[in-house]
């Protein structure tokens, strides 16, 4: 039934639900919701369908939980049909992807694209939002939900004579459609995240010259990529449920158990033996190499020696492996990355590496780089400096809420909301994977699935009991800040400056923004708030 003017809403509105973002998030929310019945119209800003995999297009983006399991679940035909080529996907692959599941379930008839969301004003008498685009449009919606993505806002760093360069300038997230060709070309990239360390092996294969500006060395594992058999797609997609299952239910969301023993109680062979284990499988396990390697700081030491031990092993030059081992943070603090070839890649006579601890970037000019006492010459600049994470595509809305309340002013001190789910004084808002939930420490389908699922069912417990509004309660909200942030300060995750707690963004509060108390324990909590009523929500 479409409430937008059904019998129990006081108030006709345009649509019943105004959903921001077309990525994973906004496509999912969009079938979901029109599944029971509700009118839905979906803004997004890019000229396509795919968030992150529409705007992410460098060179080697790919993802890095498995295709198997960075996927929908809610349609068995749709695992079925859909064949993932490779152990981890590409961008152009995901892409296709969610442009394959718009298509399939008819989705772009409610979507506008090219329509960038500017202000969401909520109305205390009429209580419905006012959403207003880019595009000069206005409409009204009973429900506003934000998936606008926490790793959108892209942040190119204020470089003094950035104008000046001559030469051509790109950012991993806003990457050309249809790419670029390095050939014969000398590249400079700074950044060193899980962008930077994924363009730089397939950069350096096509660049004359590539020089590495790296400011914090990070931990990346091998992938172990490979092409997936016949056989191992099908069992992919026979084993789907028990992997989904076993998703929901764990610490970050993936289907590999992590290890259940602390390092602390354990010889240091045996966790040398873990270790290499976890390496051996590639990627994201090695999070889960012990029990207590986020939170105790021996069995997290024993993670950062190995790592240093791995990367000496790779890389020829001794001076060159000691910069680029990570030091000074804890294994975890920052993302940790997936690599394909990335260590091995500074062994190559085409690529140099320049810590800019030691030679600061002073500015760009005409013709390259100035950092320290050189001045690097180039004909193209990347930058792979990252995105002002969880907050920054919001506060870029002018988004207020009950008298006029602005979230960029309840949010001056570091974002505060119920469950990463909503907001007190923003009634019918609704968060996707915001702060406050487990979020960007989880394989995100799964958790962008569990909020939209979780969101679409507190619609439905509305209709079904005439309710107008919800809305967090203050007690509530600052309960479950409280809670988030007691979680983050029991491990050593807030030692890192890291996009995970604000600190590559000049001003930004210092606040660690994901909850660390894993998919599954989060999960049990929003079903427990539902099944009592929608406790800590007011319902009016
Ligand atoms: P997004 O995909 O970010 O989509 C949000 C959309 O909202 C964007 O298209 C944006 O244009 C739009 N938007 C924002 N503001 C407005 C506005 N005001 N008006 C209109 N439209 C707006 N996660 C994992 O779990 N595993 C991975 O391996 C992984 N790899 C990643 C690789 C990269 C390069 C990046 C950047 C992120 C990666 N992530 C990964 C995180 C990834 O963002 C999520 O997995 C997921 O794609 C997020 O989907 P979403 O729909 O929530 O947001
Ligand atoms: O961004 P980042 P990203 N001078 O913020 C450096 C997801 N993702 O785009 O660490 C010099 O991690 C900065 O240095 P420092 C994933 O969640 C996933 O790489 O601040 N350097 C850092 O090295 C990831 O974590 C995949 O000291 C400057 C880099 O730029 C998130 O997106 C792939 C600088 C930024 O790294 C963000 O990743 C890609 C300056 N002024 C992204 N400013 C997968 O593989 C910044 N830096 C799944």
Redesign the pocket.
């Known amino acids: 039934m479409d409430i937008a003017s059904s019998p129990t809403s006081s108030t006709s509105t345009d649509v019943d639900v105004a959903v921001v973002g077309a990525g994973f998030a906004g496509l999912y929310l969009l079938h979901r919701l029109r599944g029971q019945g509700l009118s839905v119209r979906v803004f997004e800003a890019g000229s396509g369908v795919g968030g992150t995999w529409f705007w992410?297009r460098y060179p080697g983006?790919?993802?890095?939980?498995e295709s198997v399991d960075y996927q929908y679940s809610f349609d068995d035909d749709l695992i079925r049909d859909w064949q993932w080529s490779e152990r981890y996907p590409r961008q152009e692959e995901l892409l296709a992807y969610l442009n394959h599941v718009a298509d399939r379930f008819e989705l772009r008839r409610d979507i506008s694209l090219n329509t960038r969301v500017t202000a969401s004003i909520f109305d205390d008498v009429a209580q419905t939002w006012t959403v207003t685009t880019d595009q000069n449009e206005r409409i009204s919606a009973r429900f506003v939900i934000l998936a606008t993505g926490c790793?959108t806002a892209a942040?190119t760093?204020d470089?003094d004579g950035l104008d000046d360069f001559a030469g051509q300038w790109y950012h991993?997230?806003r990457w050309p459609d249809g790419g670029v060709d390095f050939t014969g070309k000398r590249v400079g990239i700074?950044?060193?995240?899980?962008?930077?360390?994924?363009s730089i092996p397939v950069i350096a294969d096509q660049a004359e010259a590539l020089t590495v500006?790296?400011?914090?060395a990070?931990y990346s594992v091998p992938a172990g990529n490979h092409v997936l058999s016949d056989s191992e797609r099908k069992d992919g997609a026979d084993g789907f449920d028990a992997r989904r299952r076993m998703q929901k239910e764990s610490f970050l969301g993936m289907s590999v158990p992590m290890v259940e023993a602390a390092a602390a109680d354990m010889p240091s062979e045996e966790r040398d033996a873990i270790l290499e284990e976890r390496w051996q499988m590639g990627g994201l396990p090695m999070y889960g190499a012990f029990a207590d390697v986020l939170t105790d700081e021996s069995s997290n030491n024993a993670a950062k020696e190995f790592f240093a031990k791995k990367i000496r092993a790779k890389v020829d030059d001794p001076d060159v492996a000691e910069r680029l081992i990570p030091k000074g943070y804890p294994f975890g603090g920052?993302?940790i990355?997936?690599d394909t070839n990335y260590f091995e890649t500074f062994n190559r006579d085409n690529v140099t590496l320049v810590d800019?601890n030691e030679s600061p970037?002073e500015r760009i000019t005409a013709n390259g780089i100035k950092a320290g006492d050189t001045e690097y010459e180039l004909d193209a600049i990347v930058?792979?400096?990252?995105?002002d994470?969880f907050t920054g595509a919001l506060s870029a809305i002018d988004i207020r809420g009950r008298n006029g309340q602005a979230l960029t002013e309840k949010w001056q001190d570091g974002p505060r909301n119920l469950l990463g789910l909503a907001m007190s004084g923003f009634p019918n808002m609704f968060l996707i994977t915001g702060p406050g939930s487990p979020s960007?420490f989880s394989n995100m389908v799964v958790s962008i699935e569990q909020h939209s699922d979780w969101i679409a069912d507190a619609i439905a417990h509305m209709q079904d009991t005439d309710a107008r509004i919800i809305e967090a309660t203050d007690t509530a909200e600052d309960e479950w800040v409280a809670h988030v942030n007691e979680v983050a300060d029991s491990t050593l995750l807030p030692q890192a400056?890291?996009?995970y707690n604000g600190?590559?963004v000049p001003g930004k509060p210092r606040i660690f923004m994901a909850y660390l108390g894993g998919v599954g324990d989060y999960r049990l909590h929003c079903d427990e708030v539902a099944r009592a009523g929608y406790k800590g929500f007011a319902l009016t």
């Open positions: 992410n983006a790919r993802c890095d939980i790793l942040r760093p470089f991993t997230a700074i950044g060193t995240g899980s962008s930077g360390i994924q500006f790296q400011r914090t990070n920052k993302r990355c997936v800019v970037i930058f792979a400096t990252g995105f994470a960007v400056n890291s996009w600190a590559n």
